[in-house]
């Protein structure tokens, strides 16, 4: 699934799930190296258990994050 992300560098976020399991995340921009460690963190874990440790995070001033987009992409996807 293609998620479109609002207020942070990355473009968007490409991610699959699988019986509430998280199988893969890509972003699409955004800071390289962070989104590829928030990926394989999340990878294989449980959907709800994701959301609950990444929405909320924010990024310097702005209301939201990279994580917190993933979060809200993966509520989207439920």
């Known amino acids: 699934m293609m998620y479109k ?3 942070v ?4 976020i490409d ?3 699988e019986n509430g399991i998280i199988k893969s995340v890509k972003f699409i921009g955004g800071c390289s ?7 394989a963190l999340v990878t ?4 709800e258990d994701a959301i609950s440790k990444l929405e909320g995070i924010r990024c310097g001033m702005r209301p939201t ?3 917190d987009q993933l979060a809200k992409a993966l509520k989207s996807a439920q």
Not at 9 to 12: N, P
Request: proline share 4%; aromatic share 4%; with cysteine.
């Open 5 to 7: 992300t609002q207020g």
């Open 9 to 12: 560098c990355a473009q968007a």
């Open 15 to 17: 991610f699959e799930v």
């Open 33 to 39: 190296g962070n989104t590829q460690g928030v990926a």
């Open 44 to 47: 294989g874990m449980n959907v």
């Open 65 to 67: 994050s990279c994580p």
